[in-house]
Each structure stands twice: as C-alpha cells, then as structure tokens.
C-alpha cells in the first residue's frame, strides 16, 4: 500500500532554495510514475513536475511556470523522489503535494493521481 509522505516545507526567501522531498513508506514507490503539485491560496491545485518509473526511461516534464528552476529526480533504492526548486518567487507560494500518477507527460494532470501526501506548506517572502 502506498503511503506518501512529503517532507516540510519552510519560509524562503525571494532566490533561495529548497529542497523537498516524497517517501512511500510503504517502499513501493519505485513502481509508481510521481508528480508534484501545488495550490496556491484562492486557486486551483496545477501540476508542477513529474517523473515516469525508470523501467520507461524516467521522462521528466516540467510546468513552464517552474521549467530551468525546478529538478525533480527519483532515489529508488531510498524510496523517495525529490523536488529542487531554485530561485524561488513569491509566486511559488503554494501547499506542495507528491503523488502516484498513472503515467507521467507534459500534462502533469492530476486526473490521473492515485495515492497523495499530506501536503507541505512552502512560504517565499522576505
């Protein structure tokens, strides 16, 4: 059974950096395409990145909103996939949540999310 935790957020500052990362602790993750998404206040939840399994060649795709700023990668044998945000705008400023997706394209849609985390508050101000 899939149990998604994400790590906590935090309070950045306008350019700072934060990494953020999603642990199945039900150690099956490896066999799951992941997104991250996220929901801003007032608005509805868009998809920020995703990565497909490696046994598909591990594809990653990116909304334009984050592309150049955000990694997402995936650490099979620690069960977990990551989320690098660099450079962080206000505008990032969302509840960010990981979860299984059947599969993983440029659409980042959560239509086809399984199993979420609890989401995890990310505050960038100064």
């Known amino acids: 059974q899939v149990q998604l935790v994400e790590s906590p957020g935090g309070l950045v500052q306008p350019g700072g950096s934060l990494r953020l990362s999603c642990v199945d602790s039900g150690q099956t993750l490896d066999t799951y395409a992941v997104g991250w998404f996220r929901q801003a206040p007032g608005k509805e939840r868009e998809g920020v990145s995703c990565?497909?399994?490696?046994?598909?060649?591990?594809?990653?795709y990116y909304a334009d909103s984050v592309k150049g700023r955000f990694t997402i990668s995936r650490d099979n044998g620690k069960n977990t996939v990551y989320l690098q945000m660099n450079t962080l705008k206000p505008e990032d400023t969302a509840i960010y949540y990981c979860a299984t997706i059947a599969w993983c394209d440029q659409s980042i849609s959560e239509e086809v999310a399984g199993s979420w985390g609890q989401g995890t508050q990310v505050t960038v101000s100064s």
């Open positions: 990565v497909s399994t490696i046994e598909s060649g591990g594809p990653t």
